[in-house]
């Protein structure tokens, strides 16, 4: 979604600002701009379309300014066009504001200025801040945003710039992340600190009601009530080489083979084989805490969510304990139950989704403790969680999500083996589970061993336009996401369904045009879905079945097997998933699709 970053120091800005730029492309975007303090004054340039447009606007004119913003844009309010990029620019010219959000009350308050003379040129809610900015400006740029900022509703990450204060920007934060990166002699700002880790670790994530002044020597933060606060600078853990593609022609496709070694992260430490159980300190739960859990909920959206599915079979499984798995943005707006020994917990990579952030919020609100399953360190969900458990699946720039959903589900696995093994698992299934769970990366490398036989698959089926995926126990939700993966990124049309629900409505899409993806791991569920690869079988369907190896039967019975290595059945997720994922990537790269940077879809949802 929406980017921010911006520069002031010594060194010219504008290759700053779309190196920072291009660096913030895998979040989605559909235009982008810059604006830079020069001698004569504002200058700005800004362009529907791939920062490639913008830059060849740019071509040829020479910038000497050392201080700028920029920002690519997800259009929520009004298309996107080059006239609603941002940043948006007040009427005398002077001042320029970009922004990560949704203003709610823009039409109040474009009304209000428009009476008061302001010329609105665009159709974005933005605008009005830059007018309001403009309206309170007196000299003093941080006390006009912050004036600005106290009549505005909704939701804010934004960089204000104003000839008339050089070399300084201001920025403030409400449930959209900003933050702000120090150097020596320069500062710079970002939405994502992959748009500065190029020239800086040492960072502060500005909290909810902060702003800043920036400039190249100091920043000073206050809460927008104008309370003093002392900046916390953190150092960051992520190097550069971790946010590039290192010799793989796609994101997507590194982070695919960087399974093995992110799953090796997700466990590393937290396995205690003497007492056949997880260690997850981050919990930050006693042990009686623990034993009192008499509830679950999991709150996601998208592949997150899907993670959840797979975490309440394996919990009510092992643990005995009921879960319940909540779209984030439906929880928000309902009027959930809260009892006493519920436990929330908030699942995403990102750590920013609004909705998930909003609907843990609420559950807090209520009184739940709220713990979080996070990727960012630092991110908003994961401060503002009582406890949880980083997935330390590192920088997932490929905007469907692959390595971030195992290790959300290996995560889950632990946690799982931590609440039964204080009930009823026993110390040796424990022990067993803990066996399977090493093994599993190595089990990982085996399955994308198999890339070429999914290739040659993908390279037979990439020209339909519908796939069905199924599933039974807990390769249903296996089924959702690899429907998922394969919507997002080849514009498929792909459903998820339970096998056994085949029969009550997408039975009638069947005949020889529909190729369907089975999910036939010999499990405890295994006879269940071979009677429904028979049904699918008389009605002509071409199965692709993703089947444990060493199984021969299957393959007497389905068009295309590949299969995987044998594990515990609560852990198979984690394996039938690889050649999914590897499916849905060679399917977009067949048709051509822009694979990081799918059209219309962001990687960090930030809005509602
Ligand atoms: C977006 C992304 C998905 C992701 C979802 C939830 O829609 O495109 O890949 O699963 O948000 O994101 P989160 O960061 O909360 O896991």
């Known amino acids: 979604m929406c980017g921010i970053v911006g520069y002031v120091g010594k060194q010219k800005v504008v290759p700053i600002l779309m190196e920072g730029l291009k660096r913030l492309e895998y979040r989605g975007y559909d235009s982008a701009g810059i604006a830079v303090l020069e001698n004569k004054g504002l200058l700005f340039e800004k362009a529907a379309g791939k920062i490639s447009v913008l830059e060849s606007m740019l071509n040829g004119k020479k910038f000497e300014a050392t201080t700028g913003i920029a920002h690519t844009r997800w259009a929520t309010h009004g298309e996107p066009t080059n006239q609603n990029a941002h940043p948006h620019i007040d009427c005398k010219g002077e001042i320029a504001v970009v922004h990560n959000g949704i203003i709610e009350n823009f039409d109040a308050l474009k009304e209000v200025l428009a009476r008061k003379g302001h010329k609105f040129t665009t159709q974005t809610d933005t605008e009005v801040l830059a007018h309001l900015i403009e309206e309170y400006f007196e000299g003093d740029l941080v006390e006009a945003t912050r004036t600005a900022l106290s009549l505005v509703e909704g939701t804010y990450g934004i960089a204000v710039l104003s000839k008339k204060t050089p070399h300084q920007i201001v920025v403030a934060r409400h449930g959209s992340p900003l933050v702000i990166g120090s150097g020596e002699d320069e500062n710079f700002v970002a939405s994502d600190v992959s748009a500065i880790l190029k020239h800086t670790k040492q960072v502060v994530y500005l909290k909810d009601n902060e702003m800043a002044v920036v400039t190249s020597q100091d920043f000073s933060i206050t809460t927008i009530d104008n309370i003093q606060v002392t900046p916390h600078i953190q150092e960051i853990s992520w190097s550069l080489d971790m946010i590039e593609k290192g010799g793989y022609p796609h994101f997507m496709l590194k982070e695919i083979f960087e399974q093995p070694l992110t799953l090796r992260d997700a466990i590393r430490g937290r396995l205690n084989p003497i007492d056949g159980t997880a260690r997850l300190s981050g919990l930050n739960l006693q042990y009686e805490q623990l034993q009192h859990i008499n509830r679950i909920i999991f709150l996601a959206c998208g592949t997150s969510w899907h993670a959840g599915l797979i975490g309440e079979y394996m919990i009510e499984e092992n643990a005995g304990i009921p879960v319940e798995v909540e779209y984030a943005s439906e929880f928000r707006y309902r009027s959930p139950i809260i009892q006493e020994g519920t436990i929330v917990f908030a699942i995403s990579q990102s750590g920013e989704t609004a909705d998930t952030l909003a609907a843990m919020r609420e559950a807090k609100r209520k009184g739940a403790t709220v713990l979080g399953i996070c990727n960012v360190v630092g991110s908003s969900i994961a401060r503002d969680t009582d406890g949880g458990v980083y997935i330390h699946a590192g920088p997932e720039i490929g905007v469907a999500s692959t390595k971030a959903f195992t290790s959300q589900i290996m995560v889950l696995s632990l946690i799982s083996l931590l609440l039964a093994r204080m009930r009823n698992m026993s110390l040796e299934r424990g022990r067993e589970v803990i066996k399977h769970l090493q093994e599993i990366p190595e089990k990982v490398e085996m399955a994308l061993k198999k890339e070429d036989e999914v290739k040659k698959i993908a390279q037979l089926y990439h020209k339909k336009n519908n796939f069905l995926y199924l599933g039974r126990g807990i390769n249903f939700p ?62 002509r369907a071409r199965v692709i079945a993703i089947a444990t190896e060493g199984d021969c039967e299957i393959s007497k ?52």
């Open 478 to 539: 296996v089924a959702l996401e690899g429907a998922l993966k394969l919507k997002e990124i080849s514009y498929i049309h792909a459903e998820g369904y339970p096998a056994a629900e085949m029969k009550h409505g997408p039975i009638a899409l069947i005949d020889e045009n529909m190729p369907v993806v089975v999910l036939a791991i010999k499990d405890a569920v295994y006879d269940k879905v071979l009677s429904n690869i028979e049904e699918l079988k008389a009605r």
């Open 557 to 608: 019975k389905v068009e295309h097997v590949i299969y995987i290595p044998k594990t515990l059945d609560m852990l198979t997720p984690l394996l039938s998933i690889i050649p999914l994922q590897l499916l849905a990537y060679h399917m977009a790269v067949l048709r051509g699709c822009n694979v990081d940077q799918p059209r219309n879809l962001a990687k960090s949802v930030t809005v509602e």
